[in-house]
């Protein structure tokens, strides 16, 4: 069998950085990626035959663990039946129904297959429903690789330090506004500003792309308040938080009624697929009925709805209850048996999802998430790596729990933190 090393060497003289997207390159952390033979349930297993209790499951896409059966059930049965036919299906439009039941401020749904094309969608929506061109977004906030949305971005540009990125238009970036997380001192000014010509706000409504910073009380209702006044479309970037938090997502949680909303992640159950959804007159706007024009190919693929339907079906109430018993469950573990070991660490939660900062206060913006001890989280995590826990290869993602772990991986997971903490408080952080 070839090894991960080998894989890499070979991936690198074919593949950019070795890896189809830059977070997995373990750029921040040091060292080689491994490269993944097969997932299941709470784990990884790579080509060298390593186990890892996985804290990454597809960026939180896998809410019910690797290959679970049912999901790897209802697949393979599309497969079966074709892969793609660019035709519409009954899957379709039961997943978009699905989607209304459970989130209500969605009248109507469009499918796409990532979510950075579904960003890409909402904003050109929101521009074309305003007839304005600035949208506002969050320094750290991370909505795809959208050229407009870059700037200031979370996930891997902040992974890597970048500002924004290269092939980026001034034009396209003179019309993007950042202002920092949960400052509403700055959002009025930017309302006072640019307010008249903003189409669109975009916001995670819990920030999960600069690791997890939760939003303030009241942030994101006065952000409902605010575009209201100023006649901008609001966007709940739901990519993460979306049938993760609840079946409503943060807006069921924070209780803030968005225009439009964004989905993917646990939507599409592992495959790729992803929505944007919201107030039916303005979904309208969309073609073919309206002058905004989006499309695709393998937009509502019939393999991506079939695992977003069974991953669905399976989220009822007892299914957020254990997910959230787990979360906390971790969240304190770790917290404690990190602390413990005299490394200071920071563990948000936000119901089921849960974050860690190696930082001696709570963070509450890209600044102060970017003032953690990076270098301390990359021993951290080869620390855990070596002990076969896998999280992610970066300071500034979240930390992803699935129905398929059990208090006794969490419970050797938080063993394996103090003994990973314990080596970095040796090292000095
Ligand atoms: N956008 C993902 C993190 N929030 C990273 C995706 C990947 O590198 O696979």
């Not at 070795?18 to 993944?36: D, K, L, M, Q, W």
């Not at 890892?52 to 790897?72: F, K, T």
Request: proline share 5%; aromatic share 6%; hydrophobic share 45%.
């Amino acid at each position: 069998m070839t090894s991960s090393h080998a894989l890499f060497e070979r991936a690198l003289a074919r593949i950019p950085g070795g890896v189809s997207s830059p977070v997995r390159a373990f750029g921040s952390v040091g060292g080689e990626p491994f490269f993944v033979a097969r997932g299941e349930g709470a784990f990884l297993e790579d080509v060298d035959g390593h186990r890892y209790r996985d804290y990454v499951q597809s960026w939180g896409a896998s809410i019910l663990g690797h290959a679970h059966p049912a999901v790897v059930e209802a697949v393979a049965k599309a497969a079966a039946e074709g892969t793609s036919f660019g035709v519409p299906t009954a899957r379709e439009v039961e997943l978009a129904e699905a989607v209304c039941e459970r989130v209500p401020s969605v009248e109507k749904v469009r499918l796409v297959s990532s979510g950075t094309e579904a960003a890409m969608t909402a904003v050109r929506l929101a521009r074309g429903a305003t007839g304005r061109d600035k949208v506002l977004k969050f320094a750290g906030c991370y909505h795809g690789h959208v050229d407009a949305l870059l700037v200031a971005a979370g996930s891997g540009v902040a992974t890597l330090g970048l500002p924004g990125s290269a092939g980026v238009t001034g034009g396209a970036a003179a019309d993007t506004v950042v202002v920092p997380y949960n400052d509403e001192a700055a959002l009025d000014e930017a309302f006072a500003r640019h307010g008249e010509d903003l189409a669109a706000v975009l916001v995670e409504p819990v920030a999960a792309n600069m690791g997890l910073v939760p939003p303030a009380a009241g942030f994101l209702a006065g952000l409902r308040r605010r575009c209201d006044a100023a006649g901008a479309i609001l966007v709940l970037d739901e990519v993460i938080t979306g049938f993760r938090l609840g079946p409503a997502g943060a807006q069921g949680r924070f209780g803030v009624r968005p225009d439009l909303s964004i989905f993917g992640k646990v939507l599409g159950g592992g495959l790729p697929l992803a929505a944007v959804g919201g107030r039916a007159d303005l979904m309208d706007e969309l073609a073919p009925l309206g002058p905004v024009y989006q499309a695709g190919t393998l937009s509502g693929n019939p393999l991506a709805t079939a695992a977003g339907l069974a991953v669905l079906a399976r989220l009822d109430e007892g299914a957020y209850a254990e997910l959230e018993h787990r979360a906390a469950r971790l969240a304190e573990g770790l917290h404690d048996a990190i602390s413990g070991e005299g490394v200071s660490v920071q563990v948000p939660r936000v119901g089921t999802l849960v974050g860690l900062f190696l930082a001696s206060e709570p963070v509450r913006d890209y600044e102060e998430a970017r003032a953690a001890d990076q270098e301390a989280y990359g021993r951290l995590f080869h620390g855990l790596l070596r002990r076969g826990v896998y999280m992610a290869p970066s300071a500034f993602e979240a930390l992803f729990v699935s129905l398929a772990h059990s208090d006794e991986d969490v419970d050797r997971t938080v063993a394996a933190a103090a003994e990973a903490a314990r080596e970095v408080a040796g090292e000095g952080s």
